[in-house]
């Protein structure tokens, strides 16, 4: 299914040390030039794959030096921030959106430069953690994230970009795989355990669901797609009929509300890439619940607060890139409460480890929108 693109700009980042020949420059093919762009034919298109890269411009890359490729140990069961600022998230989805909006592979390749490091240092793969037998998982949420927001969107923006030949897409497609592999146990593992012991489902199921099926699409392996649509539309059906979700009202308390607006961002992310198959979640009728459930909230009903009997006391807007949602939302359906919250948060939406920047996200196609007005 064919999708539409819109793009705002944004701006360039500073720019570090010159980039070395291995990072794509002409004296590296062996044409010493372009190659004719081929649309290739794929089960599973993305939403950039008829993009044509026409510049090769001369670029100014961030060094690879003191790149961090595993994930830091938590420091009291909290993220080590300091030690996180060394994963380059924030410039390969802001340079791989320059590449985009500029059809450039300048850019382009300083962005493959480090996922051909990536791949050489099996960056953000634990064996212990991604065990067929359900490892310890130490790391799976930020995994999800990463994979989903730092790896595959950029990737897939990249993929129709001549200039990155075959060859060098399956030298990284073998980590790839392993990080899909992670994915999936991540995936069984949320919806066995925490429907065996927890009320409910924790939001990290829609978490690895989105990574998964991002890594998918790229992957071009629609038996996966399918897996991660399956298990997410679990997820949305252990939903109450309310739009609640059991164990965040169960176990988040003042934060219920952060982390049913956290569930809707992912769900609503999922729901636009489901529409490259044979589904319709955007109009399932419990996170449709949900999304009422959360605009309302955010706009004082108090709902949550009701449920848990405590004062929500972490908002949203305190972290508006989960907000993007609303973005996508009244693209499709105007709202008046999602208008606000997007209008209000339009230049702080962007989100490098879940989503990306909303507005480098493809428009829902006509269909899609009359499946949703209907």
């Known amino acids: 299914m064919r999708q539409c693109l819109y793009l705002l700009p944004i701006g360039l980042s500073l720019l570090l040390v010159a980039c070395s020949e291995k990072n794509g420059s002409d004296e590296d093919r062996e044409d010493g030039g372009q190659e004719t762009p081929v649309a290739k034919s794929r089960a599973l298109q993305g939403p950039w794959d008829d993009v044509v890269f026409t510049k090769h ?199 219920a509300l952060f982390y049913h607006n956290l569930i809707v961002n992912y769900a609503t992310h999922i729901a636009l890439l489901s529409d490259l198959g044979d589904y319709d979640f955007l109009n399932h009728a419990k996170l449709k619940k949900m999304r009422r459930l959360v605009l309302d909230d955010l706009d004082g009903a108090g709902y949550l607060e009701q449920q848990t009997g405590v004062s929500q006391t972490r908002h949203p807007k305190d972290e508006p890139w989960n907000l993007s949602w609303t973005y996508h939302m009244n693209r499709i359906q105007e709202d008046e409460l999602a208008e606000k919250w997007a209008d209000d948060y339009a230049n702080e939406l962007g989100h490098s480890m879940t989503a990306g920047e909303p507005r480098e996200w493809w428009v829902p196609n006509s269909a899609l929108r009359q499946k949703y007005e209907d």
């Open 57 to 255: 411009s001369s670029y100014a890359c961030q060094s690879l030096d003191g790149t961090r490729t595993q994930f830091p140990e938590l420091i009291n069961d909290d993220w080590d921030y300091e030690a996180l600022e060394e994963i380059p998230i924030d410039y390969i989805a802001m340079e791989s959106d320059v590449a985009l909006q500029n059809l450039d592979h300048g850019p382009a390749a300083c962005v493959w430069a480090f996922f051909e490091y990536f791949s050489e240092h099996d960056a953000y793969y634990e064996e212990s953690d991604c065990a067929d037998d359900h490892g310890e998982l130490a790391h799976a949420y930020e995994r999800s994230l990463f994979s989903a927001g730092m790896i595959s969107l950029p990737l897939l923006k990249l993929r129709n970009d001549s200039y990155i030949r075959e060859a060098d897409w399956q030298k990284i497609t073998s980590w790839l795989r392993k990080l899909l592999s992670c994915e999936q146990v991540t995936l069984e593992d949320r919806l066995n355990h925490y429907t065996a012991e927890l009320e409910g489902l924790h939001n990290s199921i829609y978490n690895a669901a989105l990574a998964g099926a991002s890594l998918a699409i790229l992957l071009d392996d629609e038996e996966a797609f399918v897996y991660f649509m399956d298990g997410f539309k679990i997820g949305l059906d252990q939903l109450n009929d309310d739009g609640t979700s059991s164990y965040e009202v169960a176990y988040k308390a003042g934060d």
